[in-house]
């Protein structure tokens, strides 16, 4: 059981471009989430996803960032015209009733 | 609003001394309550799960309590090592299956030799 896999790990974009940040959840879940962490600053939810559907987006920018998880395929977390703003730790995560969540190592975009 | 309190930010303490981290949560209807551990430039790794019907969790030298009517839970960690030193994370769920986890800005934890 690999867990939770993200990638890139790290992921440098310049001002402007596009940063798509990848997640497999782990082997039988069908549920993602994910969420960023700013510096210094605690894990903010950003979207839940199953199969094909987007559940819950309320701690999405409105702007700028998207997400998908395909039937096929990892789930995709997007974000548009990058800003240094945008900077931070990325992870996701997927949940069960008798483990709780599972989060994936990360990927830190750093965006110059 | 439903929000997650950890105190203290941050705690030094030698080698060898037990102690107790605190989490506060607005609103006792939780579903499930959840302790983390992230390592500097880490991701997180799952500690304890507690429940809402569970009243703790142990995990060898880690025991998390949880306490629903005043909106505590608290992570004792018993003769601490060099190795414990990371930042602890507290994250409660409030509903069922499908809803997202709040967290914490957790406590982190120095372990001096």
């Known amino acids: 059981n690999a867990g939770v896999m993200q990638n890139p790990r790290h992921l440098v974009r310049r001002r402007g471009q596009e940063a798509r940040l990848r997640c497999s959840p782990m082997?039988?879940?069908?549920?993602v989430y994910w969420y960023r962490q700013l510096p210094e600053e605690g894990l903010k939810f950003m979207v839940y996803?199953?199969?094909?559907?987007?559940?819950?987006e309320s701690g999405m920018p409105k702007e700028r960032f998207s997400a998908e998880f395909p039937k096929e395929g990892p789930s995709i977390l997007r974000i548009q015209q990058v800003v240094r703003g945008d900077s931070a730790a990325y992870f996701c995560?997927?949940?069960?009733?008798?483990?709780?969540?599972?989060f994936g190592s990360g990927t830190r975009l750093t965006v110059v | 609003k439903q929000e997650v309190t950890q105190i203290p930010a941050a705690l030094s303490v030698p080698e060898g001394e037990n102690l107790v981290l605190n989490c506060s949560f607005t609103?006792?209807?939780?579903?499930?309550l959840q302790w983390f551990r992230q390592d500097p430039g880490k991701g997180l790794t799952s500690l304890l799960l507690?429940?809402?019907?569970?009243r703790e969790q142990t995990s060898g030298r880690l025991n998390a309590s949880l306490d629903k009517s005043s909106g505590r839970s608290t992570l004792y960690i018993a003769a601490s090592q060099p190795g414990d030193s990371a930042t602890y994370l507290c994250?409660?769920?409030?509903?069922?299956?499908?809803?997202?986890?709040?967290f914490g800005k957790g406590t982190t934890l120095s372990v001096s030799s």
């Open positions: 995560a997927s949940s069960s009733p008798s483990h709780g969540y599972t």
């Open positions: 082997k039988g879940h069908s549920h």
């Open positions: 996803l199953q199969k094909e559907n987007i559940i819950d």
């Open positions: 609103d006792s209807a939780i579903y499930n």
């Open positions: 507690i429940q809402s019907s569970q």
């Open positions: 994250a409660v769920r409030w509903g069922q299956a499908g809803t997202a986890l709040i």
